[in-house]
């Protein structure tokens, strides 16, 4: 895949993704998020790859959304349009997991794009942030919503209001993200987490995280209804009877992918 704005990869069952427009910190224009959606979506029905990665470079995964494209839009244009969230929820309708890889700038639509991912692993130095109240608007993509729901109302307030930023320490700690590593280890990182799970049961993988998606959906009952029911499908897949079988002949597992 040959894209403008943006390197793929595939090795090993891992799809990786990589934002590049190094010039404006990886400012997220309509034409790079076109691409992240074809990208996203050739890698979700290539067979050849389990997972995917997303990350940008050193000092930006995403400085947010393109502010010189933005800024002489009018409201017609943007709503007939659906500016430009209808491109970027292409990641949430992948069924293979898709990790974000942050290192540096994650702000504004930046921010939002790696919460959209499954889960975000860090570099240490990450700076995450709503920042588009300085600029006279608000978060666009779910900064508002996600942002409340992963870090709690208090501090993800304080963030919109003020635009502050929050560095990976306190993104690690308030549960933004699920790790921090070195900078010069994340891309390294994220691909061994990526192979852990690319090397494991398509169909567990996939219904672990419809699962894990749906506690932020629904009720707490229904999400444990909705649980034991995939949890009891789990049992007509043939991975089960392989995984289980596995384990009690003490060999490695034969997924079948089934
Ligand atoms: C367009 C951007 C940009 C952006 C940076 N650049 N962010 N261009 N849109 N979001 C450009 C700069 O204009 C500059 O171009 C170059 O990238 C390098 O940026 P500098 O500002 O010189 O770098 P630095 O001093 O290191 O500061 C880094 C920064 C700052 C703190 C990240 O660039 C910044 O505040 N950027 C804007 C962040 C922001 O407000 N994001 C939210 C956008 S609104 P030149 O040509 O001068 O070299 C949004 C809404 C989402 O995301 C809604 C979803 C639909």
Redesign the pocket.
Known sequence: MAFDNLITEKRDGIGVITLNRP???N??NSALMRELGEALTAFEGDDDVAVMVITGSE??FA??????E?QSKGFADVYKED???SE?EQILRCRKPVIAAVSG?A????C?LAMMCDFILAADSAKFGQ??I??G?I???G?TQRLTRFVGKSKAMEMCLTGRMMDADEAERSGLVSRVVPADQLLDEAMKTAGQIAGLSRMAVSMCKESVNRSYETTLSEGVLFERRVFHSVFATEDQKEGMAAFVEKRAPQWRNR
């Open positions: 010039k404006v910190l400012a997220l000092k930006a400085a947010g959304a393109d502010i010189s933005m500016f430009i969230t970027w700038y702000l504004g639509g930046g939002e920042p588009e300085k600029i608007a978060p666009g993509s900064g």
